[in-house]
């Protein structure tokens, strides 16, 4: 079984930056596509980034890009969401998910595993 696991998250404020962790345990991080994804208050799941199983393929939500850059490490197990220029519309809970083969990777659905989530607050 895959467990993900989230941690980075805080309180920033606007234009600061923030690094998120996912670390991964239970199987080969090779195998895995993983994605991160982010829920506002009162809003669905929506897809932040996703990087695919080498590190060769990332994509971005157009909110993001030029500010976020995810990013993988396999020898650790671990995959990461750099986050700057952070602004109030980001605050939301960060979840990083996992699938070997997501068929749609912009969608929670496609995504087999994931974490607990992490708070992410930009506020000043």
């Known amino acids: 079984q895959l467990r993900l696991v989230e941690s980075g998250g805080g309180l920033v404020q606007p234009g600061g930056s923030l690094r998120l962790s996912c670390a991964v345990s239970g199987d080969n991080l090779d195998y895995y596509y993983i994605g991160w994804f982010r829920r506002a208050p009162g809003k669905e799941r929506d897809f932040v980034a996703r990087i695919s199983h080498s590190g060769g393929r990332t994509d971005y939500t157009d909110s993001v890009k030029g500010r976020f850059t995810i990013s993988r490490d396999n020898a650790k197990n671990t995959v990461y969401l750099q986050m700057n220029s952070l602004k109030p519309e980001d605050t939301a809970v960060y979840y990083c998910?996992?699938?070997?083969?997501?068929?749609?990777?912009?969608?929670?659905?496609?995504?087999?595993?994931w974490g607990q989530g992490t708070q992410v607050t930009v506020s000043s």
């Open positions: 998910a996992a699938d070997r083969s997501p068929v749609v990777v912009k969608l929670p659905v496609a995504y087999e595993y």
